[in-house]
């Protein structure tokens, strides 16, 4: 299968390419601007060679350049399978700080893909979305609640579920839109994540900051079991222009992630850090979790590992990667 990956430089990307290289048959193209993902994190997973178009006699192709770039886009399309689209501004801070720029890229930049995706003849588009589209109801979070996306980061999100919808019914283009929980793991040091954060404060003994009470719920995802999900997207027969909901259906607060790291912490010889208490933050929702019945039923996907577990194996990755 040829894959073309946007974004593929970044934490779910360079993952996601781990994964796919074990399989013979595949062959990647990554279309990345380098405004976060670095060519080292794409080395440290894979041989690649540079070029436009995916080249025949590489198993990935790094192209430099931005989904915002419509000809570039029509052109790196064209050798592809399956696009899975993960590049975009990932926060909802950023988003707060310049919603603008957060709907160019996460909403014409998705547009452009789908549109170059449609005219190659794609047979699949995997499209990275969120929990942050349905943003404050009382979760759990569901594929059938209408959505109220507290920030611009969750409306952009939105934007493109709703492009990947139009595409399919259209157009005929495949989509599968994941909405993923809050990814942890293993190469995601440059994340600001919360899981990311409290390791890295932690192995450089700083101070944990929690913002608000800490009593703000999340569904954690292990790296692992998402890039499984991403793969069934994009395989599964009969499920184009579906949404699915990943994440672990889990709801942990952020005092319980912040007790389980430092037991993993003491564990691994790392002294615990005091925490303190901020403001809470523009456009973060107070609860969220995911109810993933329909991944299960519908692409034969489900979580089964425990978050203490992940937590432990991502700790260590850090410990051992420390200048990542
Ligand atoms: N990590 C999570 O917890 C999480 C949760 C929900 C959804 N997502 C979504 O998953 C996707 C991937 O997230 P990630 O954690 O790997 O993020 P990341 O920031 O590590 O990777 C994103 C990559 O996209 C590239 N990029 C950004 N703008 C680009 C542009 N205009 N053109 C080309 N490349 C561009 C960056 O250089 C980076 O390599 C994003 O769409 C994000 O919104 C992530």
């Not at 696009?83 to 909802?92: Q, R, S």
């Not at 901020?278 to 299960?296: I, Q």
């Amino acid at each position: 299968m040829r894959w073309l990956i946007t974004g593929g430089c970044g934490f779910i990307g360079i993952n996601l390419i781990h994964r796919l290289l074990e399989h013979p048959a595949s062959q990647i193209q990554v279309l990345d601007n380098l405004s976060v993902g670095t060519t080292e994190a794409l080395a440290s997973v894979a041989e690649y060679v540079e070029g436009e178009t995916m080249q025949a006699d590489a198993r990935v192709t790094l192209t430099q350049g931005d989904i915002l770039d419509v000809e570039l886009v029509n052109k790196v399309c064209g050798s592809a399978d399956v696009v899975v689209h993960l590049a975009a501004n990932t926060g909802v801070h950023q988003s707060v700080m310049n919603p603008g720029l957060d709907c160019d890229i996460n909403v014409v930049g998705t547009q452009n893909m789908l549109s170059a995706a449609h005219k190659a003849g794609c047979s699949r588009f995997v499209f990275a979305s969120s929990g942050a589209p349905v943003g404050e109801v009382e979760p759990p979070i569901h594929e059938e609640l209408a959505p109220h996306p507290v920030s611009p980061y969750g409306a952009s999100k939105l934007a493109g579920e709703g492009y990947c919808s139009a595409y399919f019914r259209t157009y005929g283009l495949e989509t599968v839109a994941l909405r993923f929980g809050n990814i942890y793991g293993p190469r995601s040091a440059h994340k600001s994540s919360v899981v990311a954060k409290f390791i890295t404060q932690m192995i450089n003994g700083e101070l944990l900051e929690v913002y608000g009470s800490g009593n703000q719920t999340r569904d954690f995802i292990y790296i692992e079991e998402l890039v499984r999900a991403v793969e069934q997207a994009a395989s599964v027969p009969g499920i184009g222009g579906e949404i699915f909901q990943i994440a672990s259906n889990r709801e942990t607060t952020v005092n319980e992630l912040v007790d389980l790291l430092q037991e993993v912490a003491v564990g691994l010889g790392v002294a615990v850090p005091e925490v303190f208490y901020s403001d809470p933050r523009l456009g973060d929702v107070m609860r969220n979790y995911s109810d993933t019945s329909k991944a299960r039923s519908r692409l034969g996907w489900s979580s089964s590992i425990d978050l203490r577990q992940g937590l432990q194996s991502t700790f260590e990755w850090f410990l051992q990667n420390r200048s990542q």
